[in-house]
């Protein structure tokens, strides 16, 4: 049973639903983002996104900076994800191989 105190919450939560759904659809359909919007994008910090920045992302690939703003072109940060992740994939396969490689030198 709900109380009628309660009701005038529904109001509220439709709201704050709608107001997700946006949210949710603009970093969707966005190719730009900005450095909060990427953090959020990719569950990381702002601290962690500005060291991406200096150390692994490159400028005018996987950011631009336009009128004293850095814009991140979301389609690079994606190729740039799933190529890190193919990366350490291949790392992990080829330490494998080197394992295998040197563990059948020891039997011999």
């Known amino acids: ?20 759904k946006k949210a949710l659809s603009s970093i969707q359909t966005k190719r730009w983002l900005t450095t909060n919007e990427l953090a959020d994008y990719l569950g990381y910090s702002r601290d962690r996104i500005y060291k991406f920045k200096s150390l692994s992302f490159i400028e005018n690939l996987h950011f631009y900076k336009k009128e004293g703003k850095i814009l991140f072109d979301k389609i690079a940060i994606d190729d740039w994800v799933i190529c890190k992740e193919k990366t350490n994939e291949t790392n992990q396969s080829q330490k494998q191989i080197v394992d295998n490689i040197l563990s059948s030198i020891k039997k011999a």
Not at 1 to 20: F, R, Y
């Open 1 to 20: 049973m709900i109380e009628m105190e309660n009701i005038n919450l529904i109001k509220d939560i439709a709201n704050d639903i709608e107001t997700i």
